[in-house]
């Protein structure tokens, strides 16, 4: 179904149950599902959050100033990033972290050419730092880099199973779309991205692809053309 995705993973789903800092398990998880679906053609790039660490916008209301606040959730990602890495190379497959500022010798200075060499060759590429801007989520960063680099679709990675019309971990009666353009999921207030990220893929072009992270094999499933969670498209 795609060749080429970008996976966003929110920084809370490395910090395990607690969604703070970095747990093992949950990287060591998540890593071999990236390290199976490259295994078996599928081409990774990934931004994670940072939010397990710092989180700029809910500094702010701590005393934080919000440019500066962002600039350490940007690091924040990096240190996701590099984390991630590591467990992926574990499982034998190559992972390289860019950066979208210049951070030599932690990490590349990201280059869209070169981390599309290392999905060519069968690696996957961590972009960290978001946009390198204070301002922008890891979600318009996401959208950004997933149009750059020509992906087929953004994978979102979260803990439930797609798009639902309410919170189904408050709401039991919530009901899970199976698709939806843009336009509806802006009209209905739905909170999959944010809504530079929505314009950003909204304009390009670029479906959404919203499912469970934790359920083992789905990026497998999606690689196999598998109906897995949510489309979001134009």
Known sequence: MYKRVLLKLSGESLGGPAGKGLDTDSLRKTAQEV?????AGLQIAIVNGGGNIFRGLQGTGKGFDRVDG?????????????ALSMF?????????????????P???YYMRDKAVEVLERGGVALIAGGTGNPFFTTDSGAALRALEIKAD?????????GVYTADPEKDPTAVRYDELTFDEAISKHLKVMDQTAFALCSEGNMPILVFDMTRPGNLTRILGGETVGTVVHK
Do not use: Y
């Open 35 to 39: 390290a199976a679906a490259a295994k």
């Open 70 to 82: 962002d600039k350490m959730g940007m690091l924040a990602t990096v240190i996701n990033s590099l």
């Open 88 to 104: 992926i190379k574990e499982q034998g497959v190559e992972a390289k972290v860019f950066t979208s500022t210049p951070m030599e």
């Open 106 to 108: 932690m990490a590349e």
């Open 153 to 161: 679709a953004l994978l979102k990675g979260t803990r439930v199973d």
